[in-house]
């Protein structure tokens, strides 16, 4: 009967078992540690985060390959291009350098063939000199003049060419020609042969190198004639290049 009891006691409708249970039991916690993470929400791509959507189909890395070959090529171009410059720059260097020894070397010709032509006046006027019968095929002189004078006066010329050479050869610049000029006019024999060659000089070609010098001397022995001092080296203006 205590059997029965129970099934009385506890009829269909006893709470404390099921089906009869007004709320199923309460569910037991979790361990600690073994609680469930939640998982996180799955992120939606936005339309605009397409990466084919701004580069008109192609992939992104397409546009910074682009920009890369267009930076190298731009170097490289800019390499020819200093190339071409430097190579341009050897060439016009290579013939101001050839152009220069030409002139140089046409300097050195011209400057030979002027001492060449200074030699050769000196013998023949020292021939001049020591024989008076080869004297006579140059003298041009005034015969009134001694012959002495006159043979003294192809020694002045002697002087005077050598130093005309010399400026002539751009051994000896304005200054320094006029300085020459200037001692070597101080003696009366020169002063002499200087009056006595004049009608030589007439013939000059009046813009010649000679016929300025020739001048240049007109013009000191004028100022050294009108110095009123005894420091003869300070007389005259040397003319200017």
Same mark, same amino acid.
């Given at each position: ?87 341009? *720059? =050897?060439?016009?260097? #290579? @013939?101001?350098?050839? $152009?220069? !020894? ?6 050195? &010709?011209?400057? /030979? ?86 009608? *030589? =000089?007439?013939?000059? #070609? @009046?813009?010649?190198? $000679?016929? !300025? ?6 013009? &000191?022995?004028? /100022? ?18």
């Amino acid at each position: 009967m205590r059997g029965a009891d129970v099934f009385q006691g506890a009829g269909p409708c006893d709470p404390r078992f099921p089906p009869c249970a007004s709320s199923p039991p309460p569910r037991r916690s979790a361990p600690l540690g073994t609680l469930e993470v939640a998982a996180p929400p799955i992120a939606r791509r936005s339309p605009s985060a397409d990466p084919h959507s701004t580069t008109g189909g192609r992939s992104p890395d397409s546009g910074v390959d682009m920009v890369t070959r267009k930076n190298v090529t731009g170097r490289f171009g800019s390499a020819a291009a200093g190339m071409l410059l430097a190579a341009r *720059q =050897r060439r016009l260097d #290579k @013939a101001r350098l050839h $152009e220069r !020894r030409l002139q140089l070397e046409e300097l050195a &010709l011209r400057r /030979e063939a002027l001492r060449h032509q200074q030699r050769m006046h000196w013998e023949l006027l020292a021939r001049a000199i020591d024989d008076p019968s080869l004297a006579e095929v140059i003298d041009t002189y005034d015969k009134s003049i001694p012959a002495q004078k006159r043979r003294q006066f192809f020694y002045a010329n002697a002087w005077y060419v050598n130093v005309y050479h010399l400026h002539h050869a751009g051994v000896l610049d304005q200054e320094e020609l006029f300085g020459r000029l200037r001692e070597l006019f101080r003696t009366r024999l020169m002063r002499e042969y200087w009056e006595a060659s004049r009608e *030589q =000089r007439a013939s000059l #070609k @009046a813009t010649s190198v $000679e016929s !300025r010098v020739g001048s240049m001397v007109d013009g &000191l022995l004028k /100022e050294l004639d009108e110095a009123d001092t005894d420091e003869w080296w300070v007389v005259g203006t040397p003319p200017s290049d």
